[in-house]
Protein backbone atom coordinates (compact mmCIF):
# COMPACT_ATOMS: atom_id res chain seq x y z
CA UNK A 1 0.00 0.00 0.00
CA UNK A 2 2.80 2.18 0.88
CA UNK A 3 4.40 1.59 -2.42
CA UNK A 4 1.31 2.21 -4.13
CA UNK A 5 1.00 5.69 -2.76
CA UNK A 6 4.31 7.36 -4.07
CA UNK A 7 3.15 6.45 -7.62
CA UNK A 8 0.71 9.01 -9.01
CA UNK A 9 -1.64 8.28 -11.85
CA UNK A 10 0.00 10.50 -14.10
CA UNK A 11 3.65 9.15 -13.71
CA UNK A 12 1.34 5.69 -14.41
CA UNK A 13 0.02 7.29 -17.83
CA UNK A 14 -3.13 7.09 -15.83
CA UNK A 15 -5.99 10.19 -15.73
CA UNK A 16 -6.04 11.62 -12.22
CA UNK A 17 -9.56 11.89 -11.78
CA UNK A 18 -9.40 15.00 -10.51
CA UNK A 19 -11.47 15.86 -7.02
CA UNK A 20 -12.71 12.32 -7.19
CA UNK A 21 -9.72 10.88 -6.03
CA UNK A 22 -10.16 10.76 -2.37
CA UNK A 23 -6.06 9.41 -1.42
CA UNK A 24 -2.83 10.18 -3.41
CA UNK A 25 -1.04 7.05 -5.23
CA UNK A 26 -2.56 4.00 -7.63
CA UNK A 27 -6.05 2.22 -6.62
CA UNK A 28 -5.89 -1.13 -6.18
CA UNK A 29 -7.53 -1.72 -9.04
CA UNK A 30 -5.43 0.47 -11.36
CA UNK A 31 -2.30 -1.32 -10.53
CA UNK A 32 -4.34 -4.85 -11.38
CA UNK A 33 -4.80 -3.64 -14.85
CA UNK A 34 -1.47 -2.20 -15.49
CA UNK A 35 0.08 -5.73 -13.84
CA UNK A 36 -2.44 -7.50 -16.14
CA UNK A 37 -3.85 -9.71 -13.09
CA UNK A 38 -7.22 -9.36 -11.54
CA UNK A 39 -8.43 -6.71 -8.86
CA UNK A 40 -9.27 -9.43 -6.40
CA UNK A 41 -5.90 -11.29 -7.05
CA UNK A 42 -4.08 -8.60 -6.26
CA UNK A 43 -6.28 -7.34 -3.45
CA UNK A 44 -5.39 -10.81 -1.71
CA UNK A 45 -1.63 -10.01 -2.80
CA UNK A 46 -1.58 -7.22 -0.57
CA UNK A 47 -3.60 -8.64 2.50
CA UNK A 48 -0.89 -11.25 2.64
CA UNK A 49 -3.32 -14.34 1.30
CA UNK A 50 -2.34 -17.96 0.69
CA UNK A 51 -2.89 -17.52 -2.72
CA UNK A 52 -0.33 -18.90 -5.87
CA UNK A 53 2.33 -16.20 -6.86
CA UNK A 54 4.48 -16.78 -9.84
CA UNK A 55 7.47 -14.88 -10.39
CA UNK A 56 6.52 -13.48 -13.34
CA UNK A 57 3.44 -11.57 -11.86
CA UNK A 58 5.77 -10.25 -9.02
CA UNK A 59 7.88 -8.82 -11.67
CA UNK A 60 5.08 -7.03 -13.18
CA UNK A 61 3.78 -5.78 -9.88
CA UNK A 62 7.33 -4.23 -9.24
CA UNK A 63 7.45 -2.76 -12.23
CA UNK A 64 4.21 -0.99 -12.24
CA UNK A 65 5.14 0.01 -8.33
CA UNK A 66 8.82 1.50 -9.51
CA UNK A 67 9.97 -0.85 -6.77
CA UNK A 68 13.79 -0.78 -6.30
CA UNK A 69 16.16 -3.58 -6.59
CA UNK A 70 15.91 -4.22 -2.79
CA UNK A 71 11.98 -3.65 -3.20
CA UNK A 72 11.91 -6.23 -5.65
CA UNK A 73 13.88 -8.71 -3.75
CA UNK A 74 12.09 -8.05 -0.25
CA UNK A 75 8.66 -8.54 -2.74
CA UNK A 76 9.60 -12.08 -3.26
CA UNK A 77 10.75 -12.87 0.41
CA UNK A 78 7.41 -11.78 1.02
CA UNK A 79 5.48 -13.99 -1.46
CA UNK A 80 7.39 -16.91 -0.12
CA UNK A 81 9.75 -17.24 -3.32
CA UNK A 82 13.64 -17.47 -3.63
CA UNK A 83 14.77 -13.63 -4.24
CA UNK A 84 16.27 -13.25 -7.54
CA UNK A 85 19.89 -12.19 -8.04
CA UNK A 86 20.78 -8.70 -6.45
CA UNK A 87 21.22 -5.78 -9.57
CA UNK A 88 22.64 -2.68 -8.55
CA UNK A 89 20.28 0.39 -8.37
CA UNK A 90 21.24 3.73 -10.36
CA UNK A 91 21.65 5.45 -7.47
CA UNK A 92 24.24 3.18 -6.20
CA UNK A 93 26.86 3.89 -9.27
CA UNK A 94 28.03 6.62 -7.54
CA UNK A 95 29.31 5.05 -4.35
CA UNK A 96 32.52 4.02 -5.97
CA UNK A 97 33.91 7.26 -5.15
CA UNK A 98 33.47 6.57 -1.71
CA UNK A 99 34.64 3.13 -2.60
CA UNK A 100 38.52 4.94 -3.21
CA UNK A 101 38.51 6.38 -0.06
CA UNK A 102 37.89 3.26 1.67
CA UNK A 103 40.85 1.48 0.13
CA UNK A 104 42.72 4.66 0.79
CA UNK A 105 42.22 5.14 4.28
CA UNK A 106 43.11 1.20 4.45
CA UNK A 107 46.68 2.53 3.67
CA UNK A 108 49.34 1.32 4.06
CA UNK A 109 48.28 -1.70 4.07
CA UNK A 110 47.12 -3.82 0.03
CA UNK A 111 43.71 -3.15 -0.87
CA UNK A 112 41.80 -3.54 -4.22
CA UNK A 113 38.59 -3.77 -5.09
CA UNK A 114 36.62 -6.29 -8.43
CA UNK A 115 33.66 -6.81 -10.17
CA UNK A 116 32.09 -10.24 -10.09
CA UNK A 117 34.43 -11.58 -13.32
CA UNK A 118 37.42 -10.67 -10.58
CA UNK A 119 38.18 -7.70 -12.95
CA UNK A 120 40.47 -5.34 -11.30
CA UNK A 121 38.12 -1.84 -10.51
CA UNK A 122 40.77 0.05 -8.41
CA UNK A 123 43.96 -0.34 -6.17
CA UNK A 124 45.60 1.80 -3.65
CA UNK A 125 49.38 1.93 -3.59
CA UNK A 126 50.12 -0.62 -1.17
CA UNK A 127 48.57 -3.14 -3.03
CA UNK A 128 50.58 -2.09 -6.19
CA UNK A 129 54.27 -2.05 -3.97
CA UNK A 130 53.62 -5.25 -2.28
CA UNK A 131 51.13 -7.57 -4.51
CA UNK A 132 52.66 -6.04 -7.75
CA UNK A 133 49.44 -5.00 -9.15
CA UNK A 134 49.93 -2.38 -11.90
CA UNK A 135 48.54 -0.83 -15.05
CA UNK A 136 50.67 -3.46 -17.75
CA UNK A 137 49.35 -6.90 -16.37
CA UNK A 138 46.33 -8.40 -17.18
CA UNK A 139 43.62 -7.02 -15.29
CA UNK A 140 41.78 -10.15 -14.07
CA UNK A 141 42.80 -10.97 -10.62
CA UNK A 142 41.98 -15.02 -11.32
CA UNK A 143 44.55 -14.68 -14.73
CA UNK A 144 47.16 -12.59 -12.86
CA UNK A 145 47.26 -15.25 -10.08
CA UNK A 146 48.40 -17.61 -12.19
CA UNK A 147 50.52 -15.68 -14.88
CA UNK A 148 51.97 -12.47 -13.58
CA UNK A 149 55.47 -13.90 -12.91
CA UNK A 150 56.72 -10.77 -10.18
CA UNK A 151 53.36 -12.06 -8.30
CA UNK A 152 54.17 -15.55 -8.32
CA UNK A 153 57.98 -15.12 -7.65
CA UNK A 154 57.75 -13.42 -4.71
CA UNK A 155 54.55 -14.87 -3.05
CA UNK A 156 55.29 -18.04 -1.06
CA UNK A 157 52.02 -19.15 -0.17
CA UNK A 158 51.49 -19.47 -3.95
CA UNK A 159 50.71 -22.93 -4.25
CA UNK A 160 48.63 -23.59 -1.04
CA UNK A 161 46.87 -20.31 -1.97
CA UNK A 162 46.14 -21.65 -5.90
CA UNK A 163 43.69 -24.42 -4.73
CA UNK A 164 41.47 -22.03 -2.78
CA UNK A 165 41.40 -19.18 -5.61
CA UNK A 166 40.49 -21.43 -7.98
CA UNK A 167 37.72 -23.13 -5.32
CA UNK A 168 36.66 -19.58 -4.76
CA UNK A 169 36.20 -18.94 -8.16
CA UNK A 170 34.07 -22.00 -9.04
CA UNK A 171 31.73 -20.61 -5.87
CA UNK A 172 31.36 -17.22 -7.76
CA UNK A 173 31.02 -18.93 -11.35
CA UNK A 174 28.37 -20.77 -9.28
CA UNK A 175 26.03 -17.90 -8.72
CA UNK A 176 25.51 -17.39 -12.18
CA UNK A 177 26.36 -21.03 -13.81
CA UNK A 178 25.29 -19.20 -17.77
CA UNK A 179 27.16 -15.75 -17.02
CA UNK A 180 29.61 -15.83 -20.70
CA UNK A 181 31.91 -13.62 -18.89
CA UNK A 182 32.67 -16.17 -16.05
CA UNK A 183 33.26 -18.88 -19.68
CA UNK A 184 35.54 -16.32 -21.34
CA UNK A 185 37.34 -16.02 -18.19
CA UNK A 186 37.93 -19.58 -17.16
CA UNK A 187 38.57 -20.03 -21.11
CA UNK A 188 41.12 -17.76 -20.80
CA UNK A 189 43.02 -19.12 -17.84
CA UNK A 190 42.83 -22.44 -19.13
CA UNK A 191 44.33 -21.56 -22.64
CA UNK A 192 47.34 -19.69 -20.16
CA UNK A 193 47.64 -22.16 -17.40
CA UNK A 194 48.00 -25.84 -17.15
CA UNK A 195 47.71 -25.50 -13.50
CA UNK A 196 44.98 -23.56 -13.69
CA UNK A 197 43.47 -26.42 -15.83
CA UNK A 198 44.29 -29.20 -13.66
CA UNK A 199 43.03 -26.77 -10.38
CA UNK A 200 39.47 -26.36 -12.49
CA UNK A 201 39.47 -30.04 -13.17
CA UNK A 202 38.85 -30.98 -9.22
CA UNK A 203 35.39 -29.16 -9.23
CA UNK A 204 36.74 -28.22 -5.62
CA UNK A 205 34.20 -25.29 -3.89
CA UNK A 206 34.90 -23.05 -1.91
CA UNK A 207 32.85 -19.57 -0.53
CA UNK A 208 34.88 -16.67 -0.62
CA UNK A 209 36.30 -15.30 2.68
CA UNK A 210 39.90 -15.04 4.12
CA UNK A 211 42.95 -16.41 2.20
CA UNK A 212 46.40 -16.30 4.23
CA UNK A 213 49.83 -14.97 2.16
CA UNK A 214 52.99 -14.71 2.74
CA UNK A 215 55.16 -12.38 0.09
CA UNK A 216 58.74 -11.83 -0.03
CA UNK A 217 58.85 -8.60 -0.89
CA UNK A 218 62.35 -7.50 -2.21
CA UNK A 219 63.28 -4.70 -0.60
CA UNK A 220 61.63 -5.68 3.14
CA UNK A 221 61.23 -9.14 3.21
CA UNK A 222 58.70 -11.45 4.10
CA UNK A 223 55.45 -9.98 4.70
CA UNK A 224 52.49 -12.07 6.11
CA UNK A 225 49.04 -10.72 4.98
CA UNK A 226 45.44 -12.36 5.61
CA UNK A 227 43.22 -11.22 2.79
CA UNK A 228 39.25 -10.54 3.28
CA UNK A 229 36.75 -10.35 0.69
CA UNK A 230 34.00 -8.04 1.46
CA UNK A 231 31.00 -7.42 -0.26
CA UNK A 232 28.31 -4.56 -0.74
CA UNK A 233 24.93 -4.65 -0.37
CA UNK A 234 23.92 -2.08 -2.62
CA UNK A 235 26.93 -2.96 -5.12
CA UNK A 236 26.26 -6.73 -5.44
CA UNK A 237 28.85 -6.56 -8.56
CA UNK A 238 31.54 -5.24 -6.28
CA UNK A 239 34.17 -7.15 -4.13
CA UNK A 240 36.37 -5.56 -2.02
CA UNK A 241 39.80 -7.22 -0.74
CA UNK A 242 40.99 -5.75 2.26
CA UNK A 243 44.39 -7.51 3.55
CA UNK A 244 45.66 -7.05 7.05
CA UNK A 245 48.99 -7.29 8.48
CA UNK A 246 49.55 -10.71 10.47
CA UNK A 247 51.49 -10.27 13.55
CA UNK A 248 54.68 -12.65 11.94
CA UNK A 249 57.65 -10.42 11.22
CA UNK A 250 56.54 -7.46 12.26
CA UNK A 251 54.79 -6.73 9.41
CA UNK A 252 52.78 -4.31 9.74
CA UNK A 253 55.89 -2.08 10.76
CA UNK A 254 56.71 -3.17 7.35
CA UNK A 255 54.01 -2.49 5.87
CA UNK A 256 53.99 1.32 7.16
CA UNK A 257 57.57 1.64 5.95
CA UNK A 258 57.08 1.25 2.55
CA UNK A 259 54.42 3.60 2.66
CA UNK A 260 56.48 5.93 3.88
CA UNK A 261 58.24 8.95 2.00
CA UNK A 262 61.85 6.72 2.50
CA UNK A 263 60.05 3.59 1.65
CA UNK A 264 58.63 4.46 -1.82
CA UNK A 265 62.14 5.71 -2.98
CA UNK A 266 62.96 2.23 -2.16
CA UNK A 267 60.32 0.28 -3.54
CA UNK A 268 59.57 1.04 -6.99
CA UNK A 269 57.53 -1.25 -8.80
CA UNK A 270 58.24 -3.79 -10.76
CA UNK A 271 61.43 -5.34 -9.24
CA UNK A 272 62.30 -8.49 -11.55
CA UNK A 273 61.75 -11.82 -9.19
Wanted: hydrophobic share 40%; charged share 25%; aromatic share 8%.
Amino acid sequence: MSRRARISPADAGLPDGGARRRTPGLRREEVAVLAGVGVSWYQWLEQGRDITVSPQVLDSVARVLRLSSAERRHLYVLAGLNPPAPEVDRDALKMCEGLRRLIDTWMPYPAHIMDVYWNTVMYNDAAAMVLGMRPEIVQNCLIAFFTDPIYRSQVLSWEQNAAQVVAQYRAACSERPDDEGFQSVVGQARAESAEFTELWARRDIEPGGQLRKAVEHPVVGTLYLESTQLRVPARPDLTIVLHSPLPEADTAARLEWLASPEGRRGSMYPVAG
